[in-house]
């Protein structure tokens, strides 16, 4: 791999580890490493504005990215939904994240979807140094998907959907001078996911209280140098829970929590290891074995293969938890809170955001508020523009 590919997937990195975990101790911080990293960038204003959560939250166009089988109890006949996110504004003008979901309800029975989501996530521009008489190159390096899924209900009080999806990521670059033809790298994965919702009555009041999960980006290896340095996807397990009750007429409340952990194995390092030859030996097979070790068999080692055992598989779970606020289903309030351990990346931040929906559109931004100022994550905005294709039927009362 070149230099600058290198490089670049550096940058990439950023988007899922903070600069202030760089201060921690070297034998203390242990992330967790994948490639293509902007699949964990959550895509949409109203799940970011509740510290990045959205498994069991009611369902929206954005449920592609969360939990798919939400689609299923969604309550208008379709939606789309456009994202934007400017990344990274503290340090660079030009990375961003651009978003296309939405689903449509099939049959007569209201009781399954089909979905569908683009995302791209462009690096910027980047130029090349120029050395002597070798002329520099102008890069757009980028990572994009296009999945299609499916959810259907199962039962009057559970849904279950599946994802299928196509990955691309080119953050390489052709050096004809030095005969490096670097390529880009594609992946195929998929999303197995379930949601159960029930409205039990507390006193005189009808509340909803649901559970979801999602298991996200199964599948193949990511490789940036023509299969010679393949690196896991970033597959993720998400469990989450909301309950919704209501303040007063049109008003009500929904508490949420998520829980994720990437279901991957973690890295060898060398300061794990004996000093001395042994030790060296040990260390080289472990990193081979890694390197070498097939996406499923990753899953199930990603739950024991932490160096300090099971305290540091529950450092591996980060944890989201907001509310949202909503006025008639036309004026939303959102605030929560993400924690990452510090040793898996020290992702620590308070988010805020609102909505208001009009007719056919609702517009909803978000704003990330780091408890670390050295965050290049710190002030990160977010917007989603939803178009609701059953909006007017609702408006009028019409069926």
Not at 40 to 57: C, E, F, N, Q, V
Not at 66 to 87: C, D, E, I, Q
Not at 133 to 143: A, C, F, H, I
Not at 384 to 399: A, H, N, V
Request: negative net charge; aromatic residues 14%; glycine residues 8%.
């Amino acid at each position: 791999m070149n230099l600058f590919a290198k490089i670049t997937i550096a940058i990439s990195l950023t988007s899922c580890v903070s600069a202030t975990a760089l201060a921690d101790s070297k034998d203390e911080f242990n992330p967790i490493q994948t490639g293509v990293t902007s699949l964990s960038i959550a895509p949409d204003a109203r799940g970011a504005s509740m510290g990045d959560l959205g498994a069991a939250t009611d369902p929206d166009a954005n449920s592609q990215f969360w939990n798919p089988s939400k689609y299923a109890f969604a309550y208008s006949r379709g939606s789309v939904a456009l994202s934007y996110t400017p990344w990274l504004r503290k340090l660079v003008n030009d990375i961003f994240l651009a978003n296309l979901a939405g689903y449509w309800k099939l049959g007569v029975d209201d009781n399954q979807a089909v979905s569908a989501s683009l995302r791209y996530f462009s690096l910027g521009e980047v130029v090349t140094n120029t050395t002597g008489d070798t002329g520099g190159q102008t890069l757009n390096p980028y990572e994009m998907s296009f999945d299609v899924g499916y959810s259907r209900k199962l039962s009057e009080k559970f849904s279950m959907g599946v994802v299928f999806r196509y990955i691309y990521s080119d953050l390489g670059f052709s050096d004809s001078y030095a005969g490096d033809q670097s390529t880009g790298a594609s992946a195929f994965a998929a999303d197995i996911a379930g949601y159960y919702t029930t409205y039990p009555i507390i006193g005189r009041n009808e509340c909803q209280w649901s559970w979801g999960w999602n298991i996200s980006n199964i599948g193949t290896k990511v490789s940036y140098n023509h299969g010679e340095n393949p690196a896991f996807l970033p597959t993720n397990l998400r469990i989450g829970t909301s309950f919704t009750f209501p303040l007063a007429d049109y008003h009500n409340l929904a508490l949420n929590l998520d829980l994720n952990k990437l279901l991957v194995p973690t890295m060898p390092r060398r300061v794990d290891y004996q000093d001395g030859t042994e030790g060296e030996i040990e260390y080289v097979k472990a990193y081979e074995d890694w390197q070498n070790m097939s996406p499923i068999t990753g899953i199930f080692k990603s739950f024991s293969d932490a160096p300090g055992g099971m305290s540091e598989e529950l450092r591996e779970i980060s944890l989201s938890f907001g509310a949202e606020y909503n006025y008639n289903q036309q004026f939303f309030l959102r605030g929560g809170y993400y924690y990452q351990n510090p040793s898996k990346g020290n992702l620590q931040y308070f988010a805020v955001g609102a909505g208001f929906a009009l007719n056919v559109l609702r517009l909803d931004a978000s704003y990330m508020l780091a408890t670390a100022q050295t965050s290049p994550l710190d002030q990160t905005l977010r917007f989603t523009l939803t178009f609701d294709m059953d909006g007017l039927k609702e408006i009028f009362g019409r069926k």
